[in-house]
């Protein structure tokens, strides 16, 4: 259990220290990493769980591990993405190779959480994809109002992003002062 647990680790430290691309890109000069962002996805998810009645719990989890395959493939933008072949098997291979550190019992666990997560299709996997597009958007925000502009950017493609209509509004009323 110590090695599996310590391997786990060594991939949360990797996205300690990974910046976010896009902010990169856009000038950010001192720009959120991944763990910082994937904190933020976790709390926004728990608040909006339990406001619409889905597992807190299941939310959390999805929403924690929801970037950590990023500690090998690095932070990716939708451009990047579109370049990189198999990224979901890429993916898939990272997840499970932490897996198999597991208990079988805890490995699959985590590891059906990030399937799902990735497919989108149930009403937890559909909530954390929004609320990570939420905190993208959120934080696109901060640091419009630090003045990155090129920040905007980012912001009007998480609206666009967000299915859920009450998610969508949250940050409507968030960015109403920008328009």
């Known amino acids: 259990m110590e090695k599996a647990v310590l391997k786990f680790y060594q991939n949360i430290l990797k996205l300690k220290k990974l ?30 769980a339990d406001l619409k009645g889905v597992n807190v719990l299941d939310a959390v989890r999805m929403a924690l591990i929801h970037d950590l395959p990023e500690a090998v493939t690095g932070d990716l933008t939708p451009e990047m993405k579109k370049k990189f072949e198999r990224l979901e ?54 640091y419009i109002r630090e003045g990155y502009s090129e920040a905007r950017e980012i912001y009007e493609s998480a609206l666009k992003e967000i299915r859920d209509e009450e998610i969508r509004r949250i940050l409507e009323a968030a960015g109403r002062d920008l328009t």
């Open 19 to 48: 910046m976010r691309t896009g902010w990169l890109e856009r000038g950010v000069s001192e720009p959120e990493n991944v763990a910082a962002h994937s904190f933020a996805v976790a709390l926004l998810a728990a608040v909006l």
């Open 89 to 142: 098997e890429v993916e898939l291979g990272v997840f499970e190779d932490l897996a198999k550190e597991l208990p079988e019992d805890v490995g699959s666990k985590y590891l059906e959480a990030w399937r799902r997560y990735s497919r989108g299709e149930d009403p937890v996997a559909r909530l954390v994809k929004d609320v990570d597009k939420l905190e993208m958007g959120l934080q696109a925000l901060a």
